[in-house]
């Protein structure tokens, strides 16, 4: 009887294992096959002098197209198990590599005609970050920025000096030659001639460019599985900038930042004005201080950039999902990623 009992309680506790096998079994494949709702991607394309009037329906595809390609690929690192860092270079590449931005490849010109490009990233679980400035042969700064962050005990370096660490770390360097485009070449002869015409407005201190002909400057922030917020941001600048002008984009704090604690965005606009804001941490200081949700935190940010006379907009999302990208100009380019896995890309106000 004993051993009848025994051998009945030794059948129960194996059907009871079999059954708990077949549970993780199927809540592993639940796991991989249902789309994770928790990882989330945003980016922009700049903001400016961006309406509908002075589109072309050929020129809104493009961007539309670039946008979307650029979203599709950052969601599918994430879907995959990426990481939130992985997921803003992958999207920052793509809109460094297309010349309808300014970033990379479609880069503004200097004064003198060159071209001089500035990048940064944060990762938000460690707040280590890297940034790269006035670089000019590097084909895509965002990558440098974070081998920057990556390899080396600095978090930001400039010129030269940024160029021979991306030598030493087998960066692609490309010629000057590369970053030429028709488009902002052109853009470079109006503002020169803008400038002759109007030299007064230089000497009360407006920087030379405004809105106009600069959008294009490209971001993302991110937030992967595993909770963690990153972004990174990536410009060629203003048009006509001289005597070394680096904007807010690689100044940690100001164009970029990401903290785990609360948000991680990326600023577009008057780089100046930015940088005087410290736009970026703002937001982060506004939500861990006052307690302000990341909308309230970014549209508060944006708002001080008004006040003091800058135009541009950011991007910012919080560790639980939540996100925003205000802005205070005619248009910016933007995306995100929907409750779906769908890419959903914007331009104009609404
Ligand atoms: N913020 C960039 C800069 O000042 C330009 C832009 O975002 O349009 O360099």
Same mark, same amino acid.
């Given at each position: 009887?004993?051993?009848?009992?025994?051998?009945?309680?030794?059948?129960?506790?194996?059907?009871?294992?079999?059954?708990?096998?077949?549970?993780?079994?199927?809540?592993?494949?639940?796991?991989?096959?249902?789309?994770?709702?928790?990882?989330?991607?945003?980016?922009?394309?700049?903001?400016?002098?961006?309406?509908?009037?002075?589109?072309?329906?050929?020129?809104?595809?493009?961007?539309?197209?670039?946008?979307?390609?650029?979203?599709?690929?950052?969601?599918?690192?994430?879907?995959?198990? #990426? %990481?939130?860092? +992985?997921?803003? *270079?992958?999207?920052?590449?793509?809109?460094?590599?297309?010349? &309808?931005?300014?970033? $990379?490849?479609?880069?503004?010109?200097?004064?003198?005609?060159?071209?001089?490009?500035?990048?940064?990233?944060?990762?938000?679980?460690?707040?280590?970050?890297?940034?790269?400035?006035?670089?000019?042969?590097?084909?895509?700064?965002?990558?440098?920025?974070?081998?920057?962050?990556?390899?080396?005990?600095?978090?930001?370096?400039?010129?030269?000096?940024?160029?021979?660490?991306?030598?030493?770390?087998?960066?692609?360097?490309?010629?000057?030659?590369?970053?030429?485009?028709?488009?902002?070449?052109?853009?470079?002869?109006?503002?020169?001639?803008?400038?002759?015409?109007?030299?007064?407005?230089?000497?009360? #201190? %407006?920087?030379? +460019?405004?809105? *106009?002909?600069?959008?294009?400057?490209?971001?993302?922030?991110? &937030?992967?599985?595993? $909770?963690?917020?990153?972004?990174?941001?990536?410009?060629?600048?203003?048009?006509?900038?001289?005597?070394?002008?680096?904007?807010?984009?690689?100044?940690?704090?100001?164009?970029?930042?990401?903290?785990?604690?609360?948000?991680?965005?990326?600023?577009?606009?008057?780089?100046?004005?930015?940088?005087?804001?410290?736009?970026?941490?703002?937001?982060?200081?506004?939500?861990?201080?006052?307690?302000?949700?990341?909308?309230?935190?970014?549209?508060?940010?944006?708002?001080?950039?008004?006040?003091?006379?800058?135009?541009?907009?950011?991007?910012?999302?919080?560790?639980?999902?939540?996100?925003?990208?205000?802005?205070? %100009?005619?248009?910016?380019?933007?995306?995100?990623?929907?409750?779906?896995?769908?890419?959903?890309?914007?331009?104009?106000?609404?």
């Amino acid at each position: 009887m004993n051993r009848f009992r025994r051998s009945r309680v030794n059948i129960l506790s194996l059907l009871c294992v079999a059954i708990s096998f077949a549970f993780i079994q199927l809540a592993v494949a639940q796991e991989s096959t249902t789309p994770n709702h928790r990882v989330r991607l945003v980016i922009h394309g700049g903001a400016g002098t961006i309406t509908k009037a002075s589109m072309t329906a050929e020129k809104e595809k493009q961007y539309y197209e670039k946008l979307t390609e650029a979203l599709e690929a950052g969601y599918a690192v994430l879907q995959k198990h #990426g %990481t939130s860092l +992985d997921a803003v *270079e992958t999207v920052i590449r793509i809109l460094e590599d297309s010349p &309808l931005f300014n970033a $990379g490849k479609g880069a503004v010109f200097t004064h003198e005609g060159t071209n001089e490009l500035d990048a940064s990233i944060m990762d938000g679980k460690t707040l280590r970050a890297g940034a790269v400035a006035a670089v000019k042969h590097v084909k895509n700064p965002i990558g440098l920025a974070r081998l920057v962050m990556e390899k080396s005990p600095h978090v930001m370096l400039v010129g030269d000096g940024a160029e021979a660490f991306g030598k030493s770390q087998g960066v692609e360097m490309v010629p000057q030659e590369y970053f030429f485009t028709q488009r902002r070449w052109d853009q470079l002869q109006t503002a020169i001639e803008k400038e002759k015409q109007d030299s007064i407005k230089k000497v009360k #201190g %407006t920087p030379a +460019d405004s809105a *106009e002909g600069r959008h294009g400057t490209v971001g993302c922030v991110a &937030l992967d599985e595993y $909770g963690n917020l990153a972004a990174g941001t990536s410009t060629g600048g203003t048009t006509n900038k001289r005597f070394g002008r680096v904007g807010d984009s690689p100044i940690i704090g100001a164009g970029t930042y990401a903290n785990n604690a609360t948000c991680a965005v990326s600023c577009t606009g008057d780089g100046e004005y930015f940088i005087r804001a410290v736009a970026a941490h703002s937001v982060s200081m506004l939500m861990e201080s006052s307690g302000m949700t990341v909308q309230k935190a970014a549209e508060k940010a944006i708002e001080t950039i008004g006040r003091i006379h800058g135009t541009g907009g950011l991007i910012a999302l919080d560790k639980n999902g939540n996100f925003t990208m205000p802005f205070n %100009t005619e248009g910016m380019y933007r995306g995100y990623i929907d409750e779906n896995g769908k890419p959903m890309v914007k331009i104009y106000k609404e």
